[in-house]
C-alpha cells in the first residue's frame, strides 16, 4: 500500500492518506505546511480578505488545521452509523441528520470558539468559506484513493 501511495504524483494527496490511514503522525508537519500553502492560494483565488482581528494569530492555518483535524477524525453520525443512507418505507434515502456525509460534524459555534472568532462572524462570513477548505482535503482524499486503488489493480 506504501508502495502504491509512493507512485501518486499529488504529495497533498499522499501525505494525507499516509496521516489518515497509515497513521504516520510525523508527516503532519509536512501535512500542516502543504495544506496551509493551500488554504492560502484559496482565499487568494477567491478574494477572501484576511480578518483584520486575526492578523499575526495565522488564521488560515488554524482553519486549514481544523479541516485537516475534522477530515483524519471524522466524527461518525450516529444515525446511519457513518453510510450517510437511512431506510423510510423501503425507500434508501440519505440520512437527514448528516445530510448524507456519513459523518457528524462538529457545530459551527464550536468551530468559531477554535478559531478564535465570534460566532456571527464565523457564521456570516468564514462557515461558507471553510467548506471550500473542507472541500480541498475532501477532493486530496478522493484523488489519492483513487489513485491507490488503480496502483493496487495494477500491482
Not at 483565488?45 to 485537516?68: C, D, T, V
Not at 468559506?129 to 488503480?150: C, F, N, P, T
Request: proline share 5%; with cysteine.
Amino acid at each position: 500500500i506504501l508502495h502504491s501511495l509512493g507512485l501518486i504524483p499529488h504529495s497533498g494527496s499522499v501525505l494525507l492518506l499516509r496521516v489518515k490511514y497509515c497513521h504516520q503522525i510525523e508527516l503532519l508537519p509536512d501535512l500542516d505546511l502543504y495544506f496551509w500553502q493551500a488554504t492560502v492560494n484559496k482565499a487568494l483565488e477567491q478574494g477572501w480578505s484576511y480578518p483584520k482581528k486575526m492578523e499575526g494569530k495565522e488564521f488560515f492555518r488554524n482553519m486549514g488545521r481544523l479541516a485537516i483535524s475534522e477530515n483524519i477524525k471524522p466524527n461518525i453520525c450516529l444515525e446511519c452509523g457513518g453510510t450517510g443512507k437511512a431506510v423510510i418505507n423501503d425507500l434508501l434515502i440519505d440520512c437527514s441528520p448528516c445530510r448524507g456525509s456519513g459523518r457528524s460534524s462538529h457545530p459551527e459555534a464550536s468551530r468559531a470558539r477554535i478559531l478564535d472568532m465570534p460566532y456571527m462572524t464565523w457564521k456570516n462570513t468564514w462557515s461558507d468559506r471553510y467548506r471550500h477548505i473542507q472541500g480541498i482535503a475532501d477532493a486530496w482524499e478522493s484523488v489519492g484513493l483513487g489513485g491507490m486503488q488503480k496502483r493496487l489493480q495494477t500491482a
